[in-house]
């Protein structure tokens, strides 16, 4: 089927682009950069229509990467049903947002270079969801964190999207240094990183003596890093840095999904540990939680819908952590559909306000922006879980799976679907609802970019049609539910009243919402400070790092610096006697106590083990 | 009858002793030490030709330089050649394996692209003379006795002519202050840690009764004598003081900073990689087969010292703002990562410890060729903060350090990941979790200043340092150009080399 196509196309979009793309005009610019993800798109299509129904993987095995011994691995890609739906939506939540950028970017600098990365973006994430082994699913998986690395600090002119670049950088080698460990785990115990081989071996019940658990629990960390999730979650919201579109391709609908994705993708290791399985889920619905209240108190538009994916990561991550694999990527899907659009829009509306997102400063735009506000609010309803939204679909699925393995877990669902409701009105409140309070001079998006809003509202709204879980049931057997009636409403309900409550805070009575924040005055405080998780984290860890290697290892050890004139040895030394002025100068006798410092502590440690043996 | 020249006596006698023993060198000694000789040769002739051409400025540095390539090349291709006639050369003093040949290619191509990066560098600083290229020349030759020696003697002469070469080189610029300072830092601590190998050398001549490698291990690995491990120890512990301060492994590493920081660019890019990596070559060589059977006494202590260099190293980088001395201290970080290798003591580890070798130096003299090129005249812009918006003014110099730098992170598709991929399999093989955890946490808190250097190429504005860079030279292009494409290709398609590194790293048995 030739599944090497798919990637390439946009490879070759970057190729073009970034070398050439300079002094091509914007045109040429454009169709190079969505043309070269339409083909890709169209060869997905084909392929998925030419395999039929993929009863088995279909593997396509080009050569032999590295060869060390019995140790092999292969530049191998993949199809199966899980992989069908990823390139599904990667491809085509790509195409969406990649037609939305041409309008979006339209006056800023550096127009190429943005889509030669999001190019490139759009190859590493095809390979990582193709590949067949975890290798090559790792060389996408740090190709996109290096992706969106350059594209979160795109406007490198502002500090802040550098540091934000950063911090995604470093957070994520945290999560990487995890899956790095349980791929040498794995290669230790199955001598292999094949997929195919390694899950075939791990089903064999002699086998038993792998530690699954230490290997999901590195996977988990991984994924933790790449999908954000407690205790890694923190990059995320400062990613939103970068331009609109990156944050809802790279940051919302794929790259983010690649946790969710590989958790999935090793589902025969994880179903071998339980308490991994759990730690999973725990993780996920603390996250959920936890960043669901961090986002009812945020005043930036983007950072609201940044929250709400990480709390939108963290329902997929309890998905896949009760065992409800296909519910956690069927969730992943209608979050691709929903979230891209919420980002979408949230663009759109930055783009008429020329910049602002402070929800402050908006206000009554929906007479102005009609469509950015019919379709802002059917991505609203869906993330809200209201009944017949693709949202609803994927959550109840989740949650009441969740119910089956542990009531915990539902109720807590339920009051982050309520908040959920809430706080993602709240802000589609107050930037359409009420007077304008800001003074720029609001416009409609162009065509470009409300067409792909228009697409994305239709699959928000219908997409839960798509039986995600029916398809995915040869892979991933579905359990038989038995949860009552008031289970399968309650999210219904929770949404209702999320909604209600927004309604009531800031259209119908706006003077409730500021007695109810300044009744609970310190909490909000919290909150809207996210918790202090940043500066408690520069204060445990980065601020002792900094600090130790300052005054440890540099102040005490390489206070000798080459200038010159601390040891006036270059004057002096041309006279071999004046040799003798540096041995007695101190930085010199202080490297050679050094030296034999060092010889004694190991002649002493060679002794004292010495002896016959 | 001989009576009357009584003086030619003792050069009779040794020749009859010569022709008894069978001492007498063989044809295919010459070709198995043939690079030696062509690069021994044409240095000296340099000395010479230095010497005719006198004050003679003009060209003087392309001369040198071209007739140093070529020299190389021959070398090289010599090197190749003699890999035809595997065996021992005079009498057991050297050996030609695969193993060796690997690293005199290595050490070789090192040179060729240190000469590479000096071209314009030496002009600049109005220094083109022939001693440069002939120290470079003999620095090479004593690396490359140093990776075929197959007994302590000639490790010790290989590394004294390396080291004595490199220590003048690094004071090549001799009315340059911090040039003095590096060189005599360099000698001083250089020969009192030589003096520590020697010492080892006696010790376990004193022990064993030999300085041959394999007659050692014979020694150490014969059970029915009750081995005076006090004694051996001590002989392990000198030498491998003396091997660690060369590779700079902790605590040994205290001088390389200094004198990295201190010596020009283009030397700090030859000693960092080309010494380094014979050195390592010569240390494995040395603990997997003579001290082979000792191994359980020796791996904890490379085991510490790998742990105390990665977090040195690491550490320490990242309060630099000088980035040569920052990229000093990422080279103690890669020494550490190396010894991780050589602490798990297996076949997987040693060619690890060949592919990482390989890998670091292409991205380690692509880096100093960088700095080289930047730094200007009298090395002045030698800061972070310097290289603010070269992504933008000179955006193919700043791609190709780009490349280094995530090598050095260790990104996927360069050598860099592939190294360490190796070296941390290969410790996990020799359950040595602890220190491959430890290992790659380093490795995460290495990106944070490799990262720096990225984020002010990018995402600053161009400053006052950006005014008077000059285009690319065509030394330096070609050094850049060649060490990104062999570190992607490393990166890339690892076979390539990982096949040899495998099947010539068996020389322990």
Redesign the interface.
């Known amino acids: 089927m030739n599944l090497w196509l798919i990637p390439i196309f946009p490879f070759l979009g970057f190729l073009i682009n970034g070398l050439f793309g300079r002094r091509f005009p914007k045109q040429v610019v454009n169709v190079v950069a969505v043309g070269s993800v339409l083909l890709s798109f169209l060869w997905v299509l084909k392929t998925i229509t030419g395999l039929g129904a993929m009863e088995t993987a279909h593997v396509e095995r080009y050569f032999?990467?590295?060869?060390?011994?019995t140790f092999n691995v292969g530049v191998d890609f993949a199809v199966d049903r899980l992989t069908a739906i990823m390139l599904l939506v990667v491809t085509g939540v790509g195409l969406l947002i990649h037609t939305y950028a041409i309008g979006y970017m339209e006056h800023e600098g550096g127009y190429y270079r943005f889509f030669a990365y999001l190019n490139l973006f759009m190859f590493f994430m095809l390979t990582l969801v193709l590949a067949s082994n975890f290798l090559l699913l790792?060389?996408g998986w740090?190709?996109v964190g290096?992706c969106s690395y350059l594209l979160v600090?795109f406007y490198?002119?502002e500090k802040f999207a550098?540091d934000a670049?950063?911090k995604a950088?470093?957070v994520n080698?945290?999560g990487?240094?995890g899956f790095?460990?349980a791929m040498?785990?794995i290669?230790?115990h199955f001598g292999t990183l094949d997929f195919g081989t390694v899950f075939e071996q791990a089903k064999n019940p002699a086998n038993s003596a792998v530690p699954f658990f230490a290997i999901c629990m590195l996977l988990l960390l991984g994924a933790t890093g790449k999908s954000a999730q407690i205790p890694l979650y923190v990059w995320l919201p400062d990613a939103m840095a970068g331009p609109t579109p990156v944050s809802a391709l790279i940051h919302a609908a794929t790259m983010v999904t690649a946790g969710v994705y590989m958790i999935a993708r090793s589902s025969v290791l994880f179903t071998h540990s339980p308490a991994a399985m759990d730690w999973v889920a725990a993780i996920g619905m603390a996250t959920a939680f936890f960043a669901a209240t961090i986002g009812m108190a945020q005043t930036d538009m983007k950072k609201v819908f940044a929250y709400s994916t990480v709390s939108q990561l963290g329902y997929m991550f309890v998905g896949v952590g009760v065992g409800a694999f296909s519910a956690g990527v069927f969730h992943l899907m209608t979050h691709a559909f929903f979230k891209a659009l919420l980002f979408l829009g949230a663009g759109s509306v930055i783009h008429a306000l020329s910049g602002e997102q402070d929800l402050r400063q908006m206000g009554g735009l929906r007479k102005k922006i009609p469509i950015t506000c019919i379709t802002l609010f059917c991505g609203g309803v869906a993330i809200a879980g209201l009944p017949f939204t693709s949202g609803a679909a994927s959550k109840d699925l989740i949650l009441e799976t969740a119910y089956a393995r542990s009531p915990i877990l539902y109720w807590i669902g339920l009051l982050t679907a309520f908040m959920t409701a809430f706080y993602v009105f709240r802000a589609l409140f107050l930037a359409f609802f009420g007077k304008y309070r800001g003074d720029k001079h609001p416009h409609e998006a162009p065509f470009v970019m409300w067409a792909p809003l228009a697409v994305l509202a239709l699959l928000s709204l219908v997409g839960g049609l798509l039986s995600v879980p029916r398809w995915l049931e040869p892979m991933f057997p579905e359990k038989e539910l038995n949860v009552g009636q008031l289970i399968t409403i309650l999210p219904f309900i929770a949404g209702f009243l999320g909604i209600a409550l927004a309604y009531l805070f800031y259209v119908a009575k706006p003077s409730l919402a500021e007695t109810a924040k300044n009744s609970m005055g310190w909490l909000y405080n919290l909150i809207y400070n996210k918790y202090y998780v940043d500066e408690a984290y520069d204060l445990a860890v980065v601020n002792p790092?900094?600090q130790?290697?300052?005054s440890v290892?540099?102040r005490g050890?390489?206070a000798?610096?080459?200038?010159?004139?601390v040891?006036g040895?270059?004057?002096r030394?041309r006279g071999i006697g004046n040799?003798l002025k540096?041995?007695q100068s101190g930085?010199?006798r202080n490297?050679?106590a050094?030296?034999v410092?060092?010889?004694v502590?190991?002649?002493i440690?060679?002794?004292l083990?010495?002896?016959?043996? | 009858m001989w009576g009357s020249q009584s003086w030619l006596q003792p050069a009779f006698q040794l020749a009859y002793l010569m022709t008894m023993y069978n001492f007498m060198p063989s044809g295919d000694d010459y070709i198995r030490f043939l690079p030696e000789i062509i690069m021994s040769v044409m240095g000296t002739f340099f000395m010479v030709l230095e010497g005719i051409l006198g004050d003679k400025k003009e060209g003087k540095g392309l001369i040198f330089g071209h007739l140093t390539l070529a020299t190389l090349l021959a070398a090289l291709l010599a090197c190749m050649y003699a890999n035809g006639f595997p065996g021992n050369a005079f009498t057991g003093m050297l050996i030609i394996d695969g193993y060796g040949t690997f690293f005199r290619v290595l050490v070789i191509g090192v040179g060729m692209l240190a000469v590479l990066s000096s071209y314009q560098y030496l002009k600049r600083e109005h220094a083109e003379a022939g001693e440069y290229h002939a120290l470079i020349l003999f620095s090479i030759v004593g690396q490359c006795v140093m990776v075929t020696a197959n007994e302590l003697i000639m490790v010790f002469i290989g590394l004294e002519v390396s080291s004595i070469a490199t220590y003048v080189l690094a004071g090549y610029l001799r009315d340059?202050?911090?040039n003095?300072?590096?060189a005599?830092?360099y000698f001083?601590?250089g020969s009192?840690?030589t003096a520590?190998l020697l010492y080892g050398i006696a010790w376990i001549y004193g022990a064993s009764g030999s300085t041959r490698l394999d007659t050692i291990q014979a020694f150490l690995a014969n059970r029915d004598v009750?081995?005076?491990?006090?004694l051996i120890?001590?002989a392990?512990?000198?030498m491998?003081?003396g091997f660690?301060?060369k590779v700079s492994a902790?605590?040994?590493q205290?001088?390389a900073?200094?004198v990295y920081?201190?010596a020009p660019a283009p030397v700090t890019a030859f000693m960092s990689a080309g010494p380094k990596a014979a050195a390592f070559a010569v240390f494995v060589r040395v603990f997997m087969t003579a001290f082979g059977p000792i191994v359980d006494?020796w791996e904890?202590?490379v085991w510490s010292s790998a742990l105390l260099t990665m977090v040195?190293g690491n550490?320490?980088a990242?309060?630099q703002s000088n980035i040569k001395?920052l990229l000093a201290y990422s080279s103690i970080a890669h020494a550490g990562y190396v010894m991780v290798a050589i602490a798990a003591h297996n076949q997987?580890g040693v060619?690890a410890v060949m592919f990482y070798l390989a890998a670091y130096a292409l991205m380690n003299i692509g880096a100093f060729a960088v700095v080289a090129h930047f730094s200007r005249q009298g090395e002045k812009y030698v800061n972070v903060e310097d290289l603010a918006g070269l992504g933008w003014k000179q955006p193919v110099t700043a791609a190709l350090f780009a490349i280094f730098l995530?090598s050095f992170i260790g990104?996927?598709?360069t050598g860099g990941f592939?190294g360490k991929?190796?070296i941390?399999?290969a410790a996990?093989?020799a359950n040595l979790i602890w220190l491959?955890?430890l290992g790659?946490?380093n490795?995460?808190?290495a990106?944070?200043y490799y990262?720096r250097i990225l984020?002010v190429m990018?995402?600053?504005?161009p400053g006052e340092s950006m005014a008077s860079l000059q285009p690319l030279s065509t030394g330096i292009s070609v050094t850049l150009w060649a060490s990104a494409l062999g570190t992607l290709i490393l990166g890339i398609?690892?076979?390539a080399i990982?096949?040899f590194a495998?099947s010539s790293s068996a020389f322990l048995k």
């Open positions: 032999t990467w590295i060869q060390s011994g790792f060389v740090e190709g290096l600090g490198f002119t550098t670049g950063n950088f470093i080698r945290i990487d240094f790095t460990l040498f785990l290669v230790r790092l900094i130790g290697s300052r290892l540099w050890m390489d000798g610096l080459i200038d010159g004139i040891n040895v270059g004057r030394s040799i540096l041995l930085s010199i490297y050679a050094w030296v410092f060092g010889s502590i190991l002649l440690a060679i002794g083990s010495g002896g016959p043996r | 340059d202050k911090r003095n300072e590096a005599l830092k001083l601590l009192f840690a520590f009750a081995h005076n491990m006090a120890g001590t392990a512990a000198l491998f003081v660690a301060f902790a605590p040994f205290i001088w900073p200094d920081q201190g006494r904890p202590f040195i550490f320490a990242l309060m001395r997987i060619s995530l990104v996927p598709l592939f991929f190796y941390f399999k996990l093989d491959s955890v790659l946490l490795s995460a808190v990106a944070y990262l984020v990018y995402m600053q504005e398609y690892p076979a990982l096949t495998r």
